[in-house]
């Protein structure tokens, strides 16, 4: 568990490291502003790209193998920025530590295989917080050494947390003996990459281009064209990617939808709070703090969602995992009503902020558990790994919306000072609540207790549905062997 958790807290750490780092690169890589940006989008989108088909890996591969993979790829990643003095170079290396997006998803998963189910859930809502932690670490830990130190300093730091984390993981973890059997959906996995990238290319590109601009409707078309068609071939496939009939079942649809509302709601605390405690005095509200201390008012907020892990768990072995979900979204939507409220005086920043923090701990530590019960154990990664995905692009729409709002609400209060109004932070806040609320409304939908599967989705598919390979999968794993014509046979 310490491991692991670690692991998630480094993952975090790396992705959001650089933010600090963003308004000097144009200088350090003779880059434009506008190329730089691709630091954190090509992070965005390789990470999404990876965790559903790394999580499919696991469950087929083993859940050991690809936790090393994706840490290796992590330290290679970070090595090759430390290294990096051009933006090329510097875009290849972020493009590798978006793999380490499958970490989290992945270790939980692992632990559901590997521990006992009175430690699960504790298990669970650790590895959970360990998002916020990283989260809230990351930008202050990053500012003080760009500020005091040279830049790649911090990917050096990054390396070396991740190669520690790496040969830990290599010495300490077994490898578990649930598999899925069959082949991978190579074709499957390339359409929903492409399908992902062009999604949430539009969507992070959005408050640049304007949401009404060809670009955007463009990629936004075409990305749904795409998946619609990946989606078609995956109830097809023998051994599908992501096995659409079970993700459509209501015990976890839901799920999935409340994660990508919730994951909306959380970025929005961290986006917004950053920028906000940062505004020039000039404007009336803001507190013109450092890059450093600007960070320094998250660290309550990872603090806490370290501390609510506990907690949830045991809200969610006396109540349900539902319950805890439900209550989570509604403390969110509560700190965002606090942060509406008041947002000029520090402690009040710092008291919303964390109230966001306790309820998000309590969300996503439950997110995994309403997952892990509606599936079956070979597609725990899988599953996971998809409930990750819907994370990232709420916080990518979350991204693209709050730009847009702050760009509308951006004037001139001196001569050389253009900031957001006030009111566009508090729209901002007013957003996130009533995401926050759409999100606590999907978990009060969730059955209580998911419908039992009384057969696989495979087995359940006619004959003439099967994909080609289906044969070949058949002879791979005799189990798996089907009669001829004929109705198909329940699972055992």
Not at 6 to 34: D, F, H, K, M, N
Not at 49 to 59: C, E, I
Not at 206 to 212: Q, Y
Not at 302 to 327: E, N
């Amino acid at each position: 568990m310490a491991v692991l958790a670690a692991g998630g807290i480094v993952t975090t750490l790396v992705q959001t490291a650089v933010v600090p780092l963003l308004p000097q690169l144009p200088r350090l890589t003779g880059a434009s502003p506008v190329d730089v940006g691709w630091v954190v989008t090509l992070t965005l989108l390789t990470g999404a790209v990876a965790t559903p088909l790394l999580g499919r890996a696991g469950d087929m591969y083993g859940k050991r193998r690809m936790l090393l993979l994706t840490l290796g790829a992590l330290a290679v990643g970070s090595l090759v920025c430390a290294f990096a003095a051009t933006l090329p170079w510097l875009l290849a290396g972020r493009a590798l530590q978006g793999v380490g997006s499958a970490v989290v998803p992945l270790s939980i998963s692992f632990l559901r295989a590997v521990l006992p189910p009175e430690r699960t859930g504790s298990a669970v809502a650790l590895m959970s917080s360990t998002v916020g932690v990283g989260a809230a670490l990351g930008l202050p830990l990053a500012a003080l050494l760009v500020q005091y130190a040279d830049w790649h300093a911090m990917f050096w730091a990054m390396a070396a947390l991740s190669a520690g984390v790496l040969a830990l993981a290599w010495w300490l973890l077994r490898e578990e003996p649930v598999r899925s059997p069959g082949r991978f959906d190579l074709l499957g996995a390339c359409g929903l990459s492409a399908g992902l990238v062009l999604l949430l290319l539009a969507l992070s590109k959005a408050g640049e281009w304007g949401w009404g601009s060809g670009r955007f409707l463009g990629l936004s078309v075409a990305a749904l064209l795409i998946l619609a068609g990946w989606t078609v071939h995956q109830r097809r496939a023998a051994r599908p990617l992501v096995d659409v009939r079970l993700a459509t079942r209501p015990a976890v649809l839901l799920p999935h939808v409340a994660a990508l509302l919730a994951g909306f709601a959380f970025y929005a605390n961290s986006l917004v709070t950053a920028q906000l405690v940062q505004a020039p005095r000039a404007t009336g509200y803001g507190l013109g703090l450092s890059v450093a201390a600007a960070g320094a008012c998250l660290l309550p907020s990872g603090v806490i969602m370290m501390l609510c892990a506990s907690l949830s768990a045991r809200l969610s072995a006396a109540r349900g995992a539902k319950a805890t979900l439900t209550v989570g979204t509604a403390v969110m939507a509560a700190g965002y009503v606090l942060r509406f409220a008041d947002s000029r005086e520090l402690w009040a920043v710092v008291v919303g902020a964390a109230v966001v923090s306790v309820g998000t701990a309590l969300a996503y530590s439950a997110l995994p558990m309403l997952i892990m019960r509606a599936v079956p154990l070979e597609q725990t990664a899988a599953a996971n790994g998809l409930n990750v995905l819907m994370r990232t692009i709420g916080q990518a729409l979350c991204s693209a919306v709050v730009a847009t709002v702050l760009a509308q609400h951006t004037r001139l209060f001196t001569d050389t000072v253009a900031a957001p109004t006030l009111d566009g932070y508090r729209v901002a806040f007013a957003a996130a609540g009533a995401v926050a609320l759409l999100a606590c409304a999907a978990a009060c939908l969730v059955p209580r207790r998911p419908l039992p599967l009384q057969e696989t989705e495979q087995d359940a598919r006619p004959e003439a549905d099967l994909a080609p390979d289906a044969a070949a999968d058949a002879a791979a794993d005799p189990a798996d062997a089907r009669p001829g014509p004929g109705p198909a046979r329940p699972a055992p």
